[in-house]
């Protein structure tokens, strides 16, 4: 039970001009546990979708056909269990026991069997709570965990994976890839899709390639298809192991401070801080969950007023401001001083092109429409985001929002670049682009402060780690 | 944040009843009062809800924390029956150029201030008692609501929290892109609906992921559903709603008996 078989499979969104995928012929045996690859853009996504029945037929166009033990995906729903990237909109209930539940209960579960099942399948997981935790009070990776025993408690033969642990911190992410391992029966087949393959391999025994024009580019056990493919799939972004990122470290000494932070804090978010940010200098903050990084950011970034302590802008960043701190600049001063990147690119999009969100900055802050087209046209070619002037930016891929979430706080060329996690989820490719746009940055005199739970990010580019500490009194 | 949570103790003998026993002993209660406009009925049943709650397991100060927008509404009230009643009968209090408060003024104004009191707790007292997700259960169960409806809307008030949260990080990006109002009232307004509108559009599309994610899970899929937790309507239910009736209806009477009574239909 389990095994799936596509042929000369496709599918077209409703109102897309291309595939999303296409010419996918595959066959994958009962208990197979197989790790689905390819460059953003390849179709991953989609064709997770299609085996697990979830589109619809008036959805799109489909080509081919496509088989679970020998049926439509979408009559053979029982048979298939999914687990997403965003552990906040897979959660159904306030309770988790009642989350895991309520699957049994749409499935028809008879009444009696259902908690223990619900047991059982938390049980698989290592959940460490009762079944009356709320699931509000769990962190990313715990989230992901439930939502795993919920998709493991209807029993399904075949698993699917789509990157369930991108939004979560290295603790969490291992805190999942070890639930999956432990929980998986022998004859259950696995579909995974995952960025981080070093990470993912001890879970697979079989790797496929998608091809981004259509069809299977290679098929074969890990180290037949790294052999083969390895350089080239790291060029197009999927991180191959054994394909180290050159670090870039500094090419001069730090300059003078542009900002400080004197026992700076917001409690219960954040503790008293010291900090010094220096131009010409890469600095990384991190620290645990709940230790207060996005808010060190948000207080840096002038965006948050501070509950205790202060910052202090110096009068080199602050200009005519610099008796006041940050929190009380007006907001294109702010822009054209302090750039803030946030964790969610799509927080911060405003306008409805991508040349409008890169003009916005500068208008704002009042330069001359030619120096704006100058400006855009500089940075749509630097971030490769030229081709998609003029596409919506809720529409770009997790790869292309971020590019472009930087290119905005750059757009007003401030001295200081304060970005939340970077590169959470990001691939190799936009990962390397993002040291390498971080170092320049840093070489030609600005200040860069990332707030990152990534500790190869901190390896290739930071000058100077700052660590966080969860404040003691403090149980969240 | 907005908070969902009960407040009250679960185990006082009256928030234990089923949900959907609760809503309807409330709806009843708060129609009843409708009928009349006098402020005697009102204040009689005011002086019931407020001896019954300890039965609820509500304290009045939790209670006053929960409601307080009732009395934001009560002094709106005030404020506008005294700017513009049409009725100005009885002794003149105050005439200060267009402000003139008179007896009668205040006494209609009291009036419809006790009543907005009186039909509001009840439900105040419910929700303040009730799991959301008893009361999905109760509905489907004891209402026969559809579960596509009250699972649905139970999912959908799990994310409501967050709207508080992401609203606060919307605008803080708008300002980190350079984006304020300042002082200009109309930038202002611009800005809030444009805010609003960033927040629908991430609201719809977690939205759609949740449905998704429910649709994985077999929610909704045809298959005759069954339930992980029982919710029982019993003879006590049925007590508790007869409760109401009779205790609003009493209400009526002794406002009837006085000679307050002054029906909403004449």
């Known amino acids: 039970m389990g095994g799936v078989l596509l042929r000369g499979f496709g599918w077209r ?63 053979g729903r029982e048979r298939v269990g999914i687990v997403f990237q965003d552990p906040e909109t897979q959660l159904v209930m306030a309770r988790c026991g ?26 698989r997981v290592g959940f460490p709570y009762s079944r009356d935790r709320h699931t509000a ?38 805190l999942v890839r070890r639930a999956v391992a432990g929980a998986l029966d022998a004859d259950t087949t696995l579909i995974l899709v995952e960025h981080r393959v070093a990470e ?33 799939l790291a060029a197009e972004g999927v991180w191959v192991p054994g394909h180290p990122i050159a670090p870039r470290p500094a090419t001069a000494g730090p300059g003078e401070v542009l900002l400080t932070a004197d026992r700076l804090g917001l409690p219960p978010r954040l503790g008293s801080t010291d900090l010094a940010v220096r131009a010409g200098e890469a600095l990384a903050v991190r620290g645990p969950n709940g230790a207060g990084k996005s808010t060190l950011a948000l207080l840096l970034g002038g965006l948050l007023r501070p509950g205790n302590g202060r910052v202090t802008a110096s009068a080199e960043l602050a200009g005519a401001d610099h008796r006041t701190p940050p929190h009380r600049w007006r907001a294109p001063a702010l822009a054209r001083r302090i750039g803030s990147v946030f964790q969610d690119p799509e927080h911060q999009f405003v306008t409805s092109t991508v040349f409008d969100e890169l003009a916005l900055g500068p208008r704002r802050t009042g330069q001359p429409e030619a120096a704006v087209k100058e400006t855009v046209a500089g940075l749509l070619d ?29 757009a007003t060329a401030p001295r200081l670049l304060i970005c939340d996690e970077p590169t959470f989820g990001q691939d190799r490719r936009t990962w390397r682009e993002l040291v390498d746009l971080f170092a320049d940055l840093r070489d030609a005199g600005h200040g860069v402060v990332t707030v990152t739970h990534d500790a190869d990010f901190v390896a290739a580019l930071a000058d100077r780690t700052v660590t966080l500490h969860r404040a003691p009194d403090e149980h969240r | 944040m907005i908070s969902i949570e009960p407040v009250a103790a679960p185990d006082a003998p009256l928030a234990r009843r089923n949900p959907v026993a609760k809503v309807a002993a409330a709806l009843v209660f708060s129609f009843t009062l409708l ?3 006098d402020p005697v009925a009102p204040a009689i049943a005011i002086a019931l809800e407020l001896a019954v709650l300890p039965l609820f397991g509500i304290r009045y100060r939790v209670l006053a924390r929960r409601a307080w927008p009732l009395l934001l509404s009560a002094a709106g009230i005030l404020v506008t029956l005294v700017l513009f009643a049409a009725d100005r009968s009885g002794r003149i209090l105050l005439d200060a150029g267009p402000v003139l408060v008179s007896t009668g003024v205040l006494l209609t104004a009291l009036g419809l201030v006790l009543r907005v009191f009186a039909v509001a707790l009840p439900g105040v007292i419910v929700f303040a008692t009730t799991d959301p997700t008893d009361l999905a259960d109760a ?36 300002r980190a892109r350079g984006v304020d109002a300042g002082r200009n009232p109309v930038a202002k307004l611009r800005l809030f609906a444009s805010t609003a509108f960033a927040l629908l559009v991430g609201a719809i599309r977690r939205g759609t992921r949740l449905a998704v994610a429910m649709d994985a899970r077999g929610f909704d899929a045809g298959t005759p559903r069954t339930v992980a937790r029982q919710q029982h309507f019993t003879r006590a239910d049925v007590l508790l709603i007869a409760g109401a009736a009779v205790l609003a209806a009493a209400a009526l009477t002794t406002s009837v008996v006085l000679g307050t009574f002054r029906p909403l239909i004449s």
């Open chain 1, 13 to 75: 969104h409703a109102g897309r001009r291309a595939w999303a995928v296409r010419g996918v012929d595959l066959r994958v045996e009962a208990g197979e546990r197989v790790l689905l690859l390819g460059p953003s853009g390849a179709g991953k996504s989609t064709l997770l979708s299609a085996l697990a029945g979830l589109l619809p037929e008036d959805s799109g166009e489909q080509e081919g056909t496509v088989e679970i033990d020998g049926l439509d995906p979408r009559k």
């Open chain 1, 98 to 123: 009642d989350d895991v539940a309520f699957g049994l209960e749409n499935r028809g579960v008879p009444s009696d069997e259902i908690w223990p099942r619900v047991d059982e399948a938390l049980h």
């Open chain 1, 137 to 174: 009070a769990l962190s990313g990776g715990e989230q992901q965990r439930l939502a795993l025993a919920g998709a493991l408690a209807l029993r399904p033969a075949l698993l699917l994976l789509d990157e369930p642990t991108a939004n979560l911190d290295p603790a969490g992410a291992d």
């Open chain 1, 200 to 232: 993912a391999l001890p879970l697979v025994d079989r790797v496929v390639v998608l091809e981004p024009g259509g069809g299977v580019r290679a098929d074969g056990t890990p180290e037949a298809v790294f052999a083969a493919h390895g350089a080239a």
């Open chain 1, 382 to 410: 630097r971030l490769r985001l030229a081709r998609l002037a003029a596409a919506n930016p809720y529409t770009l891929s997790g790869g292309e929002a971020r590019r472009l979430s930087v290119a905005t706080a750059l």
């Open chain 2, 35 to 37: 009928a009349t406009l």
């Open chain 2, 139 to 174: 509905l489907i169960q004891n209402a026969k609501a559809p579960a596509r409806f009250a699972i649905g809307a139970l999912a959908a008030f799990r994310l409501v929290p967050l709207l508080g949260q992401e609203w606060q990080m919307i605008s803080m990006a708008r």
